[in-house]
């Protein structure tokens, strides 16, 4: 007789069942940060205290979901469980990665494919689902030229704001999607006001959220994944996948523009990811970044000079919206900086 339980990740016995069982079926990465976003896991034991299933929630995502037996049964007793405590949680859509050879099985129980590159797929089940989230906005004009931007803006800054202007001068529209994930300094709501509010005098732009559906956490779990992989190309070529797939056809977007990234390896291997996975059917415009006094204008600047109170050459560095917001809620802002989980 099986029974399902829930496995408690910081007792050390249990956590040994569980990673043994993982590893046995190929799984191998339990870095801090694929388990630190766990809220839960299940498993299913024999009568004999066999492991034969096990299966995590991290918000809406399902991960480290593994069983030991062909039957379907207990692959389907666990994601059904799974599915049954996200609804009880008032979650939906969730997600899914897995390795493409087990895509199927999630497929047989409802889940659609969002994105697939040769070592991974995202997969999507619940209600609103992707295309649900598109048709809220109008379908771009297939007979203008339509650029796309996607930002986190922590804050928005000048260069941001330069680069906006850059792609809103060389297109008919521009579609400005501003990433919604709550994991920065500034919450979603303020960064998405900051955007509008910056971009306001650019009546050709439309700022729009990204749900979990681009540059989201949702697209970037690897614990999957064999240590040969390339993970950042992985995370890259997936994310851009879901763009390409299902953003690029509904808003008839035909060019993508990006900062030039000369501080970050990851972000630059990124942009030149985005130009091998979307060219040429979308033009990839790389932006030399808007400069301060010689120097790249940047978010992680603009954090540093608020963190170390040099608040005129903050000023320099951002447009007069995001500086009245950060002078009007400094206090707060600061003390969240002293939590170290904000970026």
């Known amino acids: 007789m099986t029974q399902l339980v829930d496995i408690f990740l910081t007792v050390t016995t249990s956590r040994r ?11 191998y990465d339990f870095s801090e940060s694929e388990l630190s976003v766990i809220d839960e896991t299940i498993a299913i034991f024999d009568g004999k205290q066999n492991m034969l299933a096990t299966g995590s929630l991290a918000g809406n995502v399902m991960k480290y979901i593994a069983t030991n037996q062909t039957d379907a049964a207990y692959f389907n007793q666990l994601v059904s469980e799974l599915e049954n405590r996200l609804s009880q949680r008032g979650i939906s859509p969730y997600f899914v990665f897995t390795k493409p050879e087990y895509a199927k099985k999630f497929r047989y129980i409802g889940f659609k494919s969002l994105s697939q590159t040769d070592h991974g797929v995202l997969l999507e089940k619940g209600y609103p689902t992707i295309n649900t989230f598109l048709k809220q906005y109008p379908r771009g004009d297939l007979a203008k030229r339509n650029g796309a931007i996607v930002m986190n803006a922590n804050p928005f800054t000048s260069g941001h704001q330069y680069l906006v202007e850059k792609a809103a001068s060389d297109n008919d529209h521009v579609y400005l999607f501003v990433v919604s994930e709550d994991c920065s300094l500034f919450s979603s709501e303020e960064r998405f006001t900051l955007v509008r509010q910056g971009i306001a005098h650019l ?76 060219q040429p059917e979308v033009s990839v415009k790389v932006i030399p970044r808007h400069k301060n006094k010689n120097k790249v204008i940047s978010a992680t600047r603009v954090r540093q000079y608020l963190s170390d109170n040099r608040l005129k050459e903050l000023r320099q560095l951002v447009p007069e919206t995001t500086y009245a917001y950060i002078i009007t809620n400094q206090l707060t802002i600061k003390n969240r900086m002293k939590d170290k989980k904000w970026k």
Request: no cysteine; glycine share 4%; proline share 5%.
């Open 17 to 27: 069942i569980w990673q043994r069982f993982l590893t046995a079926a190929g799984i």
């Open 203 to 278: 009546p050709n732009v439309t700022v729009l959220s990204t749900a979990a559906y681009m540059v989201s956490y949702t697209t970037f779990p690897a614990y999957f994944l064999h240590g040969d992989v390339d993970v950042v190309s992985y995370q890259a070529q997936l994310d851009a996948r879901v763009f390409k797939n299902w953003f690029v056809p509904y808003f008839a977007i035909s060019s993508r523009y990006v900062g030039e990234e000369p501080l970050s390896l990851v972000t630059n291997r990124y942009n030149q990811l985005l130009v091998e996975e979307l």
